[in-house]
């Protein structure tokens, strides 16, 4: 027996690559410009091009031995004092290099840092809807996923279910904001409600309750700013990832921050060392190491994704479908006119639009649009959603 | 509590690294060019030009979007054929594609591989002298690590020895061939006995012995070529990685293959995929995936590190050090005059030669040399190899 567990996560893929790759196929059969594909959280604006031009000047201006060489496990100091200087400058904190561990992404980040962290039995609360991979590298440790329901109108946390979900089991949160898939931001007044119940359960358990900032989203924020985790909670944990703000998700690269004044920092980072070499993370590549510290405080051109954003509500609004407001990412989640994100999703299937079902990200009456694609293809994607709103009986806006 | 497993690893990190770190400090103390450095395996021989050349001409010939985007989580499917072709080609083998998963080099091959096999208190059989780092892999998934000991004289494996040390709860064997650290390349002949030993128990204990072939050393082999281990061993997975071929250490860029006649060998490839998947490898990143159909079957200067080879043995032949002959690989194994590598290695030290014990590796009466260095070091240390010999009161080849 080879391990079902493992074995499990690899068959039953993510339903979201699912959806992709009958898009690939349904595209093959009628023409790519006949189907709307919403379905992955791929960026379709590209690179700035300070990216390609700063590879190419480490390519031409480095010795190759020293440039694709080894850099220690947590990363090259070099890279770790930038980043650690940007962030204090942008958000007036104080972070120490000593305490970011460069990674391969977001997944890496919250992968290695919940290995560090957990033991079995301990529970992890995940903010509901919530991106589905955290149950699975959450239970890769043997620790448990508890789930707790965002208030169902906003989408944002709900403090008093926080709370009733603590107990003595309790080692970590995770916080996505901007989050997948809701688009929401939560606002500094939730996560100082939160902080507040979350510092009055580490002293009743005593026991410090780590909240791990999944922040592959940080950047793309649309008339409201993103508050910096760390200035609410003591025991946070950044798990950054290049990936969206620089259009690289292929290229892997990311950081760990065990902020300023967590408890047992420093411990906490030598666990995450531990774990991510017992998980065969010898370093980040390097190159992509390298090129950041030219490339901190760039992002692509956010406002074509605002664009879009403003688009497709647009449409919806038009249309008569319910979401909820999007504040930041790039997805829009809808409210399956009948109340079953199924039957939703099939529905729009039929008018070439495919989206994600909210079923695994814990919401099973709201389906996921992603809308980093083309403004084209949101255009043209007018007729196909006035198309399922008929379907629904729905009359656009002026009747809803 | 975090845990204590992953602290562990953290805290006690690699001996390698610490020797490695004592002699950055001990380079700015008296000179770089005053310490011998032996410590790491480190490339010290540049990536072939057309590394950088296939980079740029990816970055200047391909859409950003595109080229930067996510790959499937098994890699790009092009750069998977072309890897299967050119196994097929070489090995005269039939490697499928689809058997082919794109790894953050060997180091992650080996970990998700061995966390798609095994369940707690499985065995994994690993031959003494062996990469420390194999302990760690095993153990993050709660299985266990049995060493059994190689020859002692010829650093080839002890088939009775590992035929004693299988058992029922025996899931794989690791075997890396050309050897860290002993510089030995298994033959044709022992491993087609073992091939033997573990067909006769997998029929008696029914059910698959996997061996991993941990492959980062595979063109570096001088003399003697590098038997093929799916040749012999029916449930073969090779863990490769192209840090050393083309000296690209610090990129992270490897593949796991099931080879073909793999028991089961579809579900192991899915439960590499969830492996992966729960470890947060979301894609081998694509830059250097996409490279790799340019620069397979090139490598990087490999005669260097024969003139290097060449130059070492030559040195502790005229102190009269006795060593393993280094077929492959560039570490030289060498016998402490005392029996004690401990010892050995505080001696050398004295004499500003660092080399790594051999204890960690399971050879506690061996240091570690590993010459992936300027060919100018090896000769500028020969007096200091003459003057350690002199503490040991040797006196040269003549009188050994």
Excluded at 319 to 344: E, H, N, R, T
Aim: proline share 5%; glycine share 6%.
């Amino acid at each position: 027996m080879i391990s079902q567990k493992h074995l499990e996560y690899g068959i039953h893929s993510s339903v979201i690559r699912e959806v992709f790759e009958y898009g690939v196929q349904r595209k093959a059969e009628i023409g790519k410009d006949n189907v709307f594909d919403f379905s992955l959280g791929n960026p379709s604006i590209p690179a700035p091009k300070k990216v390609n031009e700063t590879i190419k000047k480490l390519l031409n201006d480095s010795d190759p031995t020293e440039l694709h060489g080894y850099s220690l496990g947590p990363g090259d100091e070099g890279v770790r004092k930038a980043i650690a200087s940007y962030l204090n400058e942008k958000y007036s904190v104080n972070e120490s290099y000593k305490r970011i561990y460069m990674t391969c992404g977001a997944a890496a980040s919250l992968s290695i840092s919940l290995n560090a962290l957990l033991n079995e039995d301990d529970e992890v609360i995940v903010l509901t809807p919530y991106f589905p991979e955290y149950r699975v590298f959450v239970e890769h440790t043997g620790a448990k996923v508890v789930e707790v329901q965002c208030d169902e109108n906003t989408m944002q946390p709900d403090v008093s279910r926080i709370e009733s979900a603590i107990n003595e089991k309790t080692k970590a949160i995770i916080i996505n904001s901007p989050n997948n898939p809701t688009g929401a931001i939560y606002s500094s007044m939730v996560l100082a409600e939160i902080a507040g119940v979350v510092s009055d359960k580490e002293i009743q358990y005593s026991h410090p309750i780590y909240v791990l900032s999944d922040e592959p989203y940080r950047e793309l924020a649309y008339e409201v700013s993103v508050p910096y985790i760390a200035k609410y909670f003591k025991n946070a944990i950044i798990c950054y990832s290049f990936s969206k703000a620089l259009s690289i998700p292929g290229e892997r690269i990311g950081y760990i921050c065990v902020c300023e004044r967590c408890e047992d920092g420093d411990i906490v980072f030598k666990a995450i060392c531990g774990a991510g070499r017992a998980m065969g993370y010898v370093c980040a590549p390097v190159l992509f190491q390298k090129m950041l510290p030219e490339l901190l405080g760039i992002t692509s051109n956010i406002e074509d994704y605002d664009k879009n954003r403003r688009e497709i509500k647009r449409i919806l609004d038009e249309c008569g479908f319910k979401y909820i407001d999007p504040q930041g990412a790039f997805y829009i989640f809808i409210k399956s006119p009948s109340g079953s994100a199924l039957d939703f999703c099939e529905e729009a299937k039929k008018c070439e639009i495919l989206l994600v079902r909210g079923n695994e990200f814990g919401a099973p009456s709201y389906a996921r649009a992603a809308y980093c694609v083309s403004y084209k293809m949101i255009k043209d994607s007018e007729n196909a959603w006035k198309k399922l709103a008929e379907q629904y009986g729905m009359k656009g806006k002026d009747n809803d």
